[in-house]
């Protein structure tokens, strides 16, 4: 298994990684939100029939 950041060897102490520095990219990269899950647009998210009422 190799390394998801720089591809090298992964170490068994930093698994799936190859060392500390590469763990700490990738949670770098989970905390900036460069990590996402594409969905498909259905076109409800801009239909206001479908908003929640506004509360008065």
């Known amino acids: 298994m190799s390394c998801p950041?720089?591809?090298k060897p992964a170490?068994?102490?930093y698994r799936p990684f190859c060392s500390?520095?590469?763990a700490d990219?990738?949670?770098a990269r989970w905390l900036r939100a460069d990590y996402?899950?594409?969905t498909?647009?259905?076109g409800?998210?801009?239909d206001?029939?479908?908003s929640e009422p506004d509360k008065d």
Request: aromatic content about 0%.
């Open 25 to 27: 990219v990738d949670l």
């Open 48 to 50: 206001p029939d479908l």
């Open 44 to 46: 409800l998210e801009d």
């Open 20 to 22: 500390r520095r590469c």
């Open 36 to 38: 996402t899950i594409p």
């Open 11 to 13: 170490q068994p102490e």
């Open 40 to 42: 498909p647009l259905t």
């Open 5 to 7: 950041i720089c591809r």
